[in-house]
Protein backbone atom coordinates (compact mmCIF):
# COMPACT_ATOMS: atom_id res chain seq x y z
CA UNK A 1 0.00 0.00 0.00
CA UNK A 2 0.88 3.90 -0.69
CA UNK A 3 0.78 5.72 2.25
CA UNK A 4 2.48 8.79 0.84
CA UNK A 5 1.58 10.72 -2.91
CA UNK A 6 2.53 9.01 -5.30
CA UNK A 7 4.61 10.14 -8.35
CA UNK A 8 1.86 12.34 -9.56
CA UNK A 9 1.35 13.70 -6.07
CA UNK A 10 -1.91 11.74 -5.92
CA UNK A 11 -3.29 10.11 -2.89
CA UNK A 12 -4.32 6.57 -3.58
CA UNK A 13 -8.15 6.37 -4.80
CA UNK A 14 -10.76 4.61 -2.71
CA UNK A 15 -10.17 1.57 -4.74
CA UNK A 16 -6.84 0.85 -4.16
CA UNK A 17 -7.36 1.60 -0.42
CA UNK A 18 -10.19 -0.96 -0.35
CA UNK A 19 -8.25 -3.64 -2.06
CA UNK A 20 -5.19 -3.40 0.42
CA UNK A 21 -7.78 -3.42 3.22
CA UNK A 22 -9.26 -6.71 1.25
CA UNK A 23 -5.86 -8.22 1.15
CA UNK A 24 -5.09 -7.47 5.07
CA UNK A 25 -8.19 -8.60 5.96
CA UNK A 26 -7.02 -12.38 4.05
CA UNK A 27 -3.74 -12.38 5.96
CA UNK A 28 -5.24 -11.38 9.54
CA UNK A 29 -8.13 -14.54 8.48
CA UNK A 30 -5.14 -16.74 7.58
CA UNK A 31 -3.40 -16.46 10.80
CA UNK A 32 -6.53 -16.79 12.74
CA UNK A 33 -7.25 -20.33 11.26
CA UNK A 34 -4.00 -21.49 11.60
CA UNK A 35 -3.86 -24.70 13.32
CA UNK A 36 -2.17 -23.70 17.06
CA UNK A 37 1.55 -24.59 17.92
CA UNK A 38 2.37 -27.99 19.50
CA UNK A 39 3.73 -26.72 22.85
CA UNK A 40 7.43 -27.37 23.31
CA UNK A 41 8.12 -30.95 25.02
CA UNK A 42 8.52 -31.31 28.74
CA UNK A 43 11.77 -32.36 30.17
CA UNK A 44 11.96 -34.50 33.20
CA UNK A 45 13.07 -32.01 36.22
CA UNK A 46 15.98 -34.44 37.09
CA UNK A 47 17.45 -34.05 34.04
CA UNK A 48 16.74 -30.20 33.68
CA UNK A 49 18.93 -30.58 36.59
CA UNK A 50 21.95 -32.21 35.75
CA UNK A 51 21.83 -30.17 32.60
CA UNK A 52 22.08 -27.06 34.92
CA UNK A 53 24.76 -28.79 36.77
CA UNK A 54 26.94 -29.92 33.42
CA UNK A 55 26.21 -26.71 32.02
CA UNK A 56 27.61 -24.72 35.13
CA UNK A 57 30.63 -27.25 36.04
CA UNK A 58 31.99 -26.68 32.02
CA UNK A 59 31.90 -22.89 33.11
CA UNK A 60 33.80 -23.97 35.95
CA UNK A 61 35.99 -25.53 34.23
CA UNK A 62 36.41 -23.43 31.30
CA UNK A 63 36.82 -20.40 33.68
CA UNK A 64 39.86 -22.04 35.17
CA UNK A 65 41.42 -22.79 31.62
CA UNK A 66 41.51 -19.27 31.05
CA UNK A 67 42.50 -17.55 34.12
CA UNK A 68 45.37 -19.30 35.26
CA UNK A 69 46.47 -16.05 37.50
CA UNK A 70 43.15 -16.14 39.26
CA UNK A 71 44.41 -18.29 42.12
CA UNK A 72 47.50 -16.30 42.74
CA UNK A 73 45.69 -13.02 42.68
CA UNK A 74 42.90 -14.32 45.17
CA UNK A 75 45.77 -15.87 47.82
CA UNK A 76 47.45 -12.50 47.08
CA UNK A 77 44.93 -10.09 48.61
CA UNK A 78 45.04 -12.31 51.94
CA UNK A 79 48.70 -12.37 51.51
CA UNK A 80 49.26 -8.70 51.04
CA UNK A 81 47.33 -8.33 53.91
CA UNK A 82 50.37 -9.16 56.01
CA UNK A 83 52.57 -5.86 54.80
CA UNK A 84 52.38 -3.50 57.39
CA UNK A 85 50.49 -0.19 56.27
CA UNK A 86 53.44 2.24 55.21
CA UNK A 87 52.34 6.00 56.53
CA UNK A 88 55.15 8.10 55.29
CA UNK A 89 55.51 9.41 59.41
CA UNK A 90 58.61 10.71 59.95
CA UNK A 91 59.54 7.15 61.74
CA UNK A 92 58.85 5.00 59.28
CA UNK A 93 61.70 3.12 57.43
CA UNK A 94 60.70 3.04 53.75
CA UNK A 95 63.57 1.08 53.46
CA UNK A 96 62.55 -1.93 55.74
CA UNK A 97 59.27 -1.60 54.38
CA UNK A 98 60.09 -1.86 51.15
CA UNK A 99 62.46 -5.42 52.05
CA UNK A 100 59.87 -6.69 53.70
CA UNK A 101 57.19 -5.92 50.30
CA UNK A 102 60.40 -8.21 48.83
CA UNK A 103 60.60 -11.02 50.98
CA UNK A 104 56.44 -11.25 51.13
CA UNK A 105 56.85 -11.09 47.81
CA UNK A 106 59.34 -13.91 47.08
CA UNK A 107 57.48 -16.32 48.97
CA UNK A 108 54.29 -15.97 47.43
CA UNK A 109 55.85 -16.08 43.78
CA UNK A 110 54.14 -12.76 43.13
CA UNK A 111 55.03 -11.27 39.21
CA UNK A 112 56.77 -7.76 39.43
CA UNK A 113 53.30 -5.96 38.17
CA UNK A 114 51.32 -7.91 41.68
CA UNK A 115 54.21 -6.60 43.90
CA UNK A 116 53.37 -2.87 43.22
CA UNK A 117 49.67 -3.43 43.43
CA UNK A 118 50.12 -5.02 46.57
CA UNK A 119 52.44 -2.21 47.42
CA UNK A 120 50.52 0.65 47.04
CA UNK A 121 47.52 -1.23 48.61
CA UNK A 122 49.33 -1.42 51.55
CA UNK A 123 50.43 2.68 51.96
CA UNK A 124 48.13 5.50 53.37
CA UNK A 125 48.83 8.92 54.62
CA UNK A 126 51.22 11.05 52.92
CA UNK A 127 53.36 7.78 51.09
CA UNK A 128 49.33 7.45 49.79
CA UNK A 129 49.81 11.18 48.55
CA UNK A 130 52.58 10.67 46.89
CA UNK A 131 51.13 7.67 45.10
CA UNK A 132 48.24 9.72 43.66
CA UNK A 133 50.74 12.58 42.57
CA UNK A 134 53.83 11.63 41.58
CA UNK A 135 53.49 7.45 42.38
CA UNK A 136 51.56 7.02 39.33
CA UNK A 137 53.58 7.57 36.82
CA UNK A 138 56.17 4.73 38.03
CA UNK A 139 54.41 1.52 36.34
CA UNK A 140 57.69 -0.48 36.94
CA UNK A 141 58.42 -1.80 40.31
CA UNK A 142 62.03 -1.20 40.52
CA UNK A 143 61.54 2.17 39.27
CA UNK A 144 58.44 2.95 41.76
CA UNK A 145 60.71 1.27 44.60
CA UNK A 146 63.39 3.67 43.80
CA UNK A 147 61.53 6.82 43.71
CA UNK A 148 59.10 5.53 46.74
CA UNK A 149 62.64 4.79 48.94
CA UNK A 150 64.19 8.00 47.91
CA UNK A 151 60.71 10.51 48.88
CA UNK A 152 61.10 8.80 52.04
CA UNK A 153 63.89 8.43 52.78
CA UNK A 154 64.74 8.33 56.79
CA UNK A 155 66.07 11.83 58.07
CA UNK A 156 65.44 11.55 62.00
CA UNK A 157 67.08 12.95 64.82
CA UNK A 158 67.89 10.78 68.11
CA UNK A 159 65.38 13.54 69.66
CA UNK A 160 62.94 13.00 66.88
CA UNK A 161 62.96 9.63 67.43
CA UNK A 162 62.43 9.30 71.30
CA UNK A 163 59.70 11.95 70.69
CA UNK A 164 57.48 9.58 68.58
Known amino acids: MQSQKNSDGIFPDKTEL ?5 SLRKQVELLRNRPPQPPLPQIDPSIAAVLSTLIETQKQLLGRQTNQNVIQITSANDTANSIQIFKGDII ?9 VERISTLAHWSNELKLTNAISRISGSAKNWQLTTGKNF ?5 WKT ?3 SRFKRHITMQEFLAH
Request: net charge negative; proline share 0%; no cysteine.
Open 18 to 22: LKEIE
Open 92 to 100: DNAFEWINE
Open 139 to 143: NDWTV
Open 147 to 149: AFA
